[in-house]
């Protein structure tokens, strides 16, 4: 089993406190053996990015594939009126 430590579901896990998915250890006697980790401030803002990442809307496939297939076949026209208005507004 491979354990994707950089998926944003393992670290939200991890911040909630839940116990990560991997192999239990134990030590001669019955103790638990291994290392001990804290997750500091740095984790939750990580965890806290990833779920923001998580609610961006979804990437529009079919427009991004209209869009390659007007530039490839050179049926994309620009508006340069429309580029210096938009370029003066956004300067306001």
Not at 25 to 49: E, I, K, R
Request: proline letters at 9%.
């Amino acid at each position: 089993m491979k354990i994707d430590v950089n998926s944003p579901a393992y670290l939200l896990s991890v911040n909630q406190g839940a116990q990560p998915p991997g192999p239990k250890n134990s030590a001669p006697g019955g103790s638990a053996a291994g290392d001990h980790v804290t997750v500091g401030s740095g984790g939750t803002l990580v965890a806290s990015l990833a779920a923001e990442a998580m609610q961006t809307p979804p990437t529009r496939q079919d427009r991004i594939a209209q869009l390659r297939q007007a530039i490839n076949g050179g049926t994309y026209t620009l508006d340069p009126h429309a580029i210096a208005d938009g370029i003066i507004k956004n300067g306001e």
